[in-house]
């Protein structure tokens, strides 16, 4: 054989052999695939018959899901078809002007979603009566408003997303809420407010939900605040910030879902750290019932430094997490009242997009 014949069979072999050495060696490191999570998740019965085709599909989909170079083999396709046609293989994310959306955010507009002034009263009346009921200097409710992409990146948005009204599930919620009294933090206006004067992100191009930087400044003001209406010296946010570009990987959590071998890359962001406090004061323990946006606060470094680990965290007020209890658990009346017993407080965090469903719950539950 000739130099070049050797050369193809050798690329052959090579082809051959590396995924082989891959599976049983792990010699490269290969990032896996966002969005896999397999929890929850229901799996349908299969046959594994040999004469429906059962087995030879079962066969077929496990050698495909663990070859161990599948991830790399995956981000390379969804690379070239997003290079080439501007195309996003993840089921619930979008890009539009180089910033990553929620799949909803295409036909999303908050005058179509309003759930209507006499429901809105209602369910305001529903949390005044229970904030008076816990008394609010022993217990008092603050409702955070999360910040929205809808909001912080308006002027990016197609026009159908703009809403020009005020009746809208944030206005009127927020101008009842505080007309009863209840504390209301509405970090999506500020975030917009300060956009122009912040160097960090307080909204990743890449995110879904607020950057820790953004999340880090939301929780100090509402710690600020609580330990002023408490007359208690809280634990407040001790930070540093990496002085050039570091990526923290969750403030992209829309565009990691995208696996991309070449993710675009915002310059401003960094990373931020939380130092232990050299002299640490009592630490924050509310009743936090909240969608996804204070995962941003639980899975990190911020949670320990300023919320006490027995802090519970009803996601969705479905589901009950504490950083002092190793497994999750159901949501009961004993446990809810003696939660609110120990609490310093309520904080109910929603995101626009989930102010049709406001308390998720936990007003239905009041009632």
């Given amino acids: 054989m000739g130099k070049k014949q050797y050369i193809f069979v050798f690329l052959i072999l090579a082809g051959i052999s590396i995924p082989a050495l891959q599976q049983g060696l792990k010699f490269m490191k290969v990032r896996p695939l966002a969005g896999l999570g397999n929890e929850d998740t229901l799996v349908p019965e299969r046959s594994f018959s040999w004469w429906d085709r059962g087995l030879q599909e079962y066969l077929e989909d496990y050698s495909t899901d663990s070859l161990s170079l599948r991830p790399a083999c995956v981000r390379l396709r969804?690379?070239?078809?997003?290079?080439?046609?501007?195309?996003?293989?993840?089921?619930?994310?979008?890009?539009?002007?180089?910033?990553?959306y929620r799949q909803s955010y295409p036909t999303y507009n908050?005058?179509?979603?309003?759930?209507?002034?006499?429901?809105?009263?209602?369910?305001?009346?529903?949390?005044?009566?229970?904030?008076?009921?816990?008394?609010k200097d022993r217990v008092p409710v603050y409702v955070v408003i999360t910040s929205s992409k809808l909001s912080y990146y308006r002027d990016e948005l197609p026009w159908y997303n703009k809403t020009i009204t005020s009746m809208t599930n944030r206005?009127?919620?927020?101008?009842?809420?505080?007309?009863?009294?209840?504390?209301?933090?509405?970090?999506?206006?500020?975030?917009?407010?300060?956009?122009?004067?912040?160097?960090?992100?307080?909204?990743?191009?890449g995110g879904v939900h607020w950057t820790l930087y953004g999340?880090?400044?939301?929780?100090?003001?509402?710690?600020?605040?609580?330990?002023?209406?408490?007359?208690?010296?809280?634990?407040?946010?001790?930070?540093?910030?990496?002085?050039?570009?570091?990526?923290?990987?969750?403030?992209?959590?829309?565009l990691n879902l995208a696996n991309l071998m070449f993710p675009a890359k915002e310059e401003a962001l960094r990373v931020v750290y939380f130092p232990e406090p050299a002299q640490p004061k009592k630490r924050l323990r509310p009743l936090v019932i909240s969608d996804?946006?204070?995962?941003?606060?639980?899975?990190?470094?911020?949670?320990?430094?300023?919320?006490?680990?027995?802090?519970?965290?009803?996601?969705?007020?479905?589901?009950?997490?504490?950083?002092?209890?190793?497994?999750?658990?159901?949501?009961?009346?004993?446990?809810?009242?003696?939660?609110?017993?120990?609490?310093?407080?309520?904080i109910l965090i929603t995101d626009i997009q989930n102010m049709h469903q406001f308390g998720f719950g936990l007003i239905e539950y009041l009632q």
């Fill in 78 to 100: 969804n690379q070239l078809e997003f290079s080439l046609f501007d195309r996003i293989n993840a089921q619930d994310i979008y890009e539009h002007h180089g910033i990553f």
């Fill in 110 to 135: 908050e005058k179509s979603q309003f759930v209507g002034l006499e429901k809105i009263r209602k369910q305001v009346q529903v949390l005044a009566d229970w904030q008076k009921k816990l008394g």
């Fill in 171 to 205: 206005e009127q919620y927020k101008k009842e809420l505080e007309r009863a009294g209840i504390a209301v933090l509405d970090a999506d206006s500020w975030f917009v407010q300060q956009k122009a004067h912040t160097k960090i992100p307080l909204m990743a191009r």
């Fill in 215 to 254: 999340g880090a400044l939301v929780m100090d003001s509402l710690i600020r605040r609580i330990g002023r209406e408490k007359q208690t010296a809280f634990q407040q946010v001790e930070m540093t910030i990496s002085e050039k570009y570091q990526l923290y990987e969750p403030d992209n959590d829309g």
């Fill in 292 to 346: 996804s946006f204070f995962n941003v606060v639980d899975w990190t470094p911020l949670h320990p430094q300023v919320l006490d680990p027995a802090t519970p965290f009803y996601y969705y007020f479905k589901t009950r997490f504490s950083h002092s209890e190793t497994t999750q658990r159901g949501i009961s009346n004993a446990v809810f009242a003696n939660d609110l017993e120990h609490a310093d407080c309520v």
